[in-house]
Nanobody
Framework: QVQLVESGGGSVQAGGSLRFSCLASGRTDSIYAMGWFRQAPGKEREFVAGISWNSGKTYYTDSVKGRFTISKDNAKNTVYLQVNSLKPEDTAVYYC????????????????????WGQGTQVTVSS
């Protein structure tokens, strides 16, 4: 089992920045990749960014490229999401996820590809 705890959400004005952290504990040696998803009110949860735990290869959804940066610190078992130039449409609950399968290199956008989820952290961006 892997446990994930997110932190770093909050309320900011448009154009502002935040940095999320996701601390993994437990069987972290089983993690192949981690990702960040978000769910806005009334919408489905969607992929935002992902990172391979060993290689560090990163993946982004088009709407956040150039504004969001995912990174990791294996020694701290922590994945980060730096979010800049925030827009009101970025308002959502942001979730950290971890997956064990190497197929994540292909399926990283899919919610079902991840085995473990954090509790989420709220981000509110005002105009």
């Amino acid at each position: 089992q892997v446990q994930l705890v997110e932190s770093g959400g909050g309320s900011v004005q448009a154009g502002g920045s935040l940095r999320f952290s996701c601390l993994a504990s437990g069987r972290t040696d089983s993690i192949y990749a981690m990702g960040w998803f978000r769910q806005a009110p009334g919408k489905e949860r969607e992929f935002v960014a992902g990172i391979s735990w060993n290689s560090g290869k990163t993946y982004y959804t088009d709407s956040v490229k150039g504004r969001f940066t995912i990174s990791k610190d294996n020694a701290k078992n922590t994945v980060y999401l730096q979010v800049n130039s925030l827009k009101p449409e970025d308002t959502a609950v942001y979730y950290c996820a971890a997956g064990r399968s190497s197929y994540l290199s292909i399926t990283y956008r899919s919610l079902g590809a991840y085995d473990y989820w954090g509790q989420g952290t709220q981000v509110t961006v005002s105009s």
